[in-house]
């Protein structure tokens, strides 16, 4: 195995290791604090999601990941590795927010959305962190943002903007006397859109492309 090979293979693991390390956290926590329990006590979920050493673990290994990866790749290739880590971090980014809403969903009892969306906001590393990534993963690919700008990237944008959005669209909500369930379940489809938005991107701008055969004139003899 090549130098190549192994930086490629560290740099799978160092972007597993914030969603492993949050998990096997959080599981820590949640034996500790109460382990007689069906659902994360809130405790436990807080601790996990405002851990600053945590976050800071989470940016270093993707950080450590982009230059590992970077460093021993081909000089030619090193643009498309770096768009290629680009892409992992959005992933990385919609798969963090979906651990942390499913712990808070956890909390609440596995059916109640209102409070589970209350209790996900609550846990502000984990928001911070997933909208760390989607920055991130913007400015390492400069050129695809601006030439996709009129197609696929709308899309992208837009999902960004929406799960932006979600905890505005809860916190106006609150605001205007709309009960909590009610606010907390359109905050969610707005973070959903996005998150659907970010996720499909240019497919859902895609010109579906016909294949015309050629026709063929036959020689008269």
Request: hydrophobic share 55%.
């Amino acid at each position: 195995m090549n130098s190549r090979d192994i930086a490629e293979d560290a740099a799978f693991f160092l972007y597993l290791a914030p969603v492993v390390a949050s998990i096997v956290y959080g599981a820590v926590e949640w034996y500790e604090i109460d382990r007689t329990s069906h659902s994360m006590p809130l405790l436990a979920y807080l601790i996990v999601s405002k851990s600053p050493y945590l976050f800071l673990f989470s940016i270093a290994a993707v950080c450590l990941a982009l230059v590992i990866e970077t460093r021993f790749a081909d000089y030619d290739e090193r643009p498309k590795v770096i768009l290629g880590n680009a892409t992992r971090m959005q992933i990385l980014a919609v798969v963090v927010l979906i651990v942390s809403f499913a712990g808070a969903l956890s909390n609440a009892g596995y059916t109640d959305i209102g409070t589970a969306f209350g209790v996900f906001l609550n846990g502000r590393f984990a928001l911070i962190y997933g909208f760390f990534l989607l920055g991130t993963s913007i400015l390492l690919s400069p050129r695809q943002l601006i030439g996709k700008a009129g197609t696929g990237m709308v899309a992208e944008i837009l999902g960004l903007l929406l799960i932006g959005l979600s905890p505005a669209v809860l916190y106006v909500a609150n605001k205007i006397h709309i009960t909590l369930s009610i606010s907390a379940g359109i905050a969610t489809i707005v973070l959903l859109i996005g998150v659907y938005l970010l996720v499909a991107g240019s497919k859902l701008f895609q010109k579906k492309t016909t294949s015309v055969e050629p026709i063929q004139v036959k020689s008269s003899a």
